[in-house]
């Protein structure tokens, strides 16, 4: 079996040691030679990299493992696949992006609406500058990428890098979305077969086949209808991601044709989400009072008593096997069937050719092979329009400079409308975000 060498790159990442779990788990269909791991953060960097030697020494001791925070010892000629999870800025900048729009009326949201907006302004530059250290290096190693807000991301280095065949944008949340159906109905995920399209964090599932080829979409509907949805993992879910499990049951009763990503609340009920917000206390502060301090609490403790045995660092089991098992597909050019994004290029047939759309696809070691969507109907075309006009928007705003296209993309957005106060939220991102963004002129 053919051994890959892998880079994680945001190894002090919150969702690093869940990752690296899923490495030992999945070590039989995905043999990794040498694992790098490389962060901006020396202490971030070094805790998570001394619990993992503690974990491998453990559970994967064949693996050939370091940590750094030098770009020189991670970027090398013989990798292969280059997992990317960073965050431009950190929690504190996340906790602007949430409060910032909150405090003048508007969703404030990591990915979605203007908080997703001034994360991407500020992931772009040092996503751009990560493809272009890792292709100093190794042209032939598959990016994969994680970081958010993945269709910003996705449509930046899709311009920027035309011709780079080998960077594929990812997002857990239709595997999140699979294996909470799966629980539902008491299926494995893998055994479905979905159809999927959208862009990241706005989509839909319109069919979900099993191994027969039944539909299992409108049982699935009926039930959530009669009692709810909640996340696969819901025991160990904060509250506020169970509250916007559960409005998938008020978007399903509003528009039953298809079941939604979670992400389409902010968009399709921003006053209703609204009022559930609290500016005082955003999705930031949940994640640094809970994810962030157990998971470096925990791997303080391993450390401390020097073995990984009874360790419960890992949250969301999705999030790193999902990653691990696209890329043992591209690996072993298995040809499974994932949910990713890609350049449209008519796979949906009505809508722009360089939109980049989340679709589902058999992936290949010679690349992702899409499944034809065909044309999708008025109402999601108008809403998918809309929303990649304003992503094309703030990516060209990054690339010029320019705060007109900045405006216009902010009073699209459908968290926003008003003109008016797209430019009051747009003037108070830039003032917060002077030490990330370009100069907007
Ligand atoms: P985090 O802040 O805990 O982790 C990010 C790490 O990246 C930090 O340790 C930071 O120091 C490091 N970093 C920042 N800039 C870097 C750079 N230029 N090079 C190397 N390392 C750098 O954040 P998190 O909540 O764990 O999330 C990590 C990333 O993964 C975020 O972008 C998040 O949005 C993304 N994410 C995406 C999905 C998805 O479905 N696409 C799911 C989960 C997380
Ligand atoms: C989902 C999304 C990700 C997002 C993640 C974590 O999995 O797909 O893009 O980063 O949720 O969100 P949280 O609010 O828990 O940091
Ligand atoms: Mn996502």
Same mark, same amino acid.
């Given at each position: 079996?053919?051994k890959?060498?892998v880079?994680?790159?945001?190894?002090?990442?919150t969702?690093?040691?869940?990752?690296?779990?899923?490495?030992?788990?999945?070590?039989?269909t995905?043999s990794?030679?040498?694992?790098?791991?490389?962060?901006?953060?020396?202490?971030?960097?070094?805790?998570?990299?001394?619990?993992?030697?503690?974990?491998?020494?453990?559970?994967?001791?064949?693996?050939?493992?370091?940590?750094?925070?030098?770009?020189?010892?991670?970027?090398?000629?013989?990798?292969?696949?280059?997992?990317?999870?960073?965050?431009?800025?950190? &929690?504190?900048?996340?906790?602007?992006?949430?409060?910032?729009?909150?405090?003048?009326?508007?969703?404030g949201?990591?990915?979605?609406?203007?908080?997703?907006?001034?994360?991407?302004?500020?992931?772009?530059?040092d996503?751009?500058?990560l493809?272009k250290d890792?292709r100093?290096?190794?042209?032939?190693?598959?990016?994969?990428?994680?970081?958010?807000?993945?269709?910003?991301?996705?449509?930046?280095?899709?311009?920027?890098?035309?011709?780079?065949?080998?960077?594929?944008?990812?997002?857990?949340q239709?595997e999140?979305?699979?294996?909470s &159906?799966?629980?539902?109905?008491n299926?494995?995920?893998?055994d479905?077969?979905?159809?999927?399209?959208?862009?990241?964090?706005?989509?839909?599932?319109?069919?979900?086949?099993?191994?027969?080829?039944?539909?299992l979409?409108?049982?699935?509907?009926?039930?959530?209808?009669?009692?709810?949805?909640?996340?696969?993992? &819901?025991?160990?879910?904060?509250?506020?991601w169970l509250?916007?499990y559960?409005?998938?049951?008020?978007?399903?009763?509003?528009?039953p044709?298809?079941?939604p990503?979670? &992400?389409?609340?902010?968009?399709?009920?921003?006053?209703?989400?609204?009022?559930?917000?609290?500016?005082?206390?955003?999705?930031?502060?949940?994640?640094?009072?809970?994810?962030?301090?157990?998971?470096?609490?925990?791997?303080?403790?391993?450390?401390?008593?020097?073995?990984? %045995?009874?360790s419960?660092?890992?949250?969301?089991?999705?999030?790193g096997?999902?990653?691990?098992i696209?890329?043992?597909?591209?690996?072993?050019? %298995?040809?499974?069937n994932?949910?990713?994004?890609?350049?449209?290029?008519?796979?949906?047939?009505?809508?722009?050719?360089d939109?980049?759309?989340e679709?589902?696809?058999?992936?290949?070691?010679n690349?992702?092979?899409?499944?034809?969507?065909?044309?999708?109907?008025?109402f999601?075309?108008?809403?998918?329009?809309?929303?990649?006009?304003?992503?094309?928007?703030?990516?060209?705003?990054y690339?010029?400079?320019?705060?007109?296209k900045?405006?216009q993309?902010?009073?699209?957005?459908?968290?926003?409308v008003?003109?008016g106060?797209?430019?009051e939220?747009?003037?108070?991102?830039?003032?917060?975000?002077?030490?990330?963004?370009?100069?907007?002129?």
């Amino acid at each position: 079996m053919r051994k890959f060498n892998v880079l994680i790159v945001g190894g002090g990442s919150t969702w690093t040691p869940g990752l690296l779990k899923s490495i030992c788990v999945r070590q039989k269909t995905f043999s990794i030679n040498r694992l790098v791991m490389l962060d901006v953060n020396e202490e971030r960097q070094k805790t998570i990299g001394e619990f993992a030697k503690i974990l491998f020494k453990e559970e994967y001791p064949e693996l050939d493992f370091s940590y750094t925070t030098n770009k020189e010892e991670a970027f090398t000629e013989d990798l292969d696949f280059v997992l990317v999870q960073m965050r431009t800025g950190g &929690y504190s900048m996340r906790e602007q992006d949430e409060k910032i729009p909150l405090s003048l009326g508007v969703i404030g949201q990591e990915t979605c609406g203007p908080g997703g907006f001034a994360y991407g302004m500020r992931s772009i530059k040092d996503m751009v500058e990560l493809v272009k250290d890792v292709r100093s290096k190794a042209k032939d190693a598959w990016i994969l990428n994680y970081t958010n807000p993945a269709a910003i991301v996705a449509d930046a280095l899709q311009r920027i890098f035309p011709e780079d065949k080998k960077i594929l944008n990812i997002c857990d949340q239709p595997e999140n979305l699979l294996r909470s &159906y799966g629980r539902l109905l008491n299926m494995d995920t893998r055994d479905f077969d979905p159809v999927y399209f959208g862009l990241n964090h706005f989509g839909w599932f319109t069919n979900l086949y099993d191994q027969e080829g039944n539909d299992l979409l409108p049982k699935l509907r009926d039930m959530i209808l009669e009692s709810g949805f909640r996340p696969v993992d &819901y025991e160990q879910r904060d509250k506020s991601w169970l509250e916007t499990y559960a409005m998938v049951e008020q978007i399903v009763r509003d528009f039953p044709d298809y079941l939604p990503n979670t &992400y389409l609340q902010y968009y399709l009920y921003p006053d209703k989400v609204l009022k559930k917000l609290n500016p005082e206390h955003t999705r930031a502060n949940e994640v640094m009072e809970g994810r962030e301090k157990r998971v470096f609490e925990e791997c303080k403790r391993v450390i401390e008593v020097g073995t990984s %045995k009874d360790s419960h660092v890992v949250h969301n089991d999705a999030h790193g096997e999902f990653i691990l098992i696209v890329a043992e597909s591209i690996a072993y050019n %298995k040809g499974d069937n994932f949910v990713v994004i890609l350049k449209n290029d008519g796979i949906i047939d009505n809508l722009p050719k360089d939109a980049m759309v989340e679709v589902a696809a058999s992936l290949t070691a010679n690349g992702p092979r899409p499944y034809a969507v065909g044309e999708i109907p008025t109402f999601h075309k108008g809403l998918i329009e809309g929303q990649f006009a304003y992503e094309k928007l703030t990516v060209e705003a990054y690339l010029e400079g320019s705060y007109q296209k900045a405006l216009q993309a902010l009073t699209l957005n459908r968290t926003i409308v008003s003109a008016g106060k797209a430019r009051e939220v747009l003037d108070a991102l830039i003032e917060a975000n002077k030490d990330f963004w370009p100069e907007l002129k």
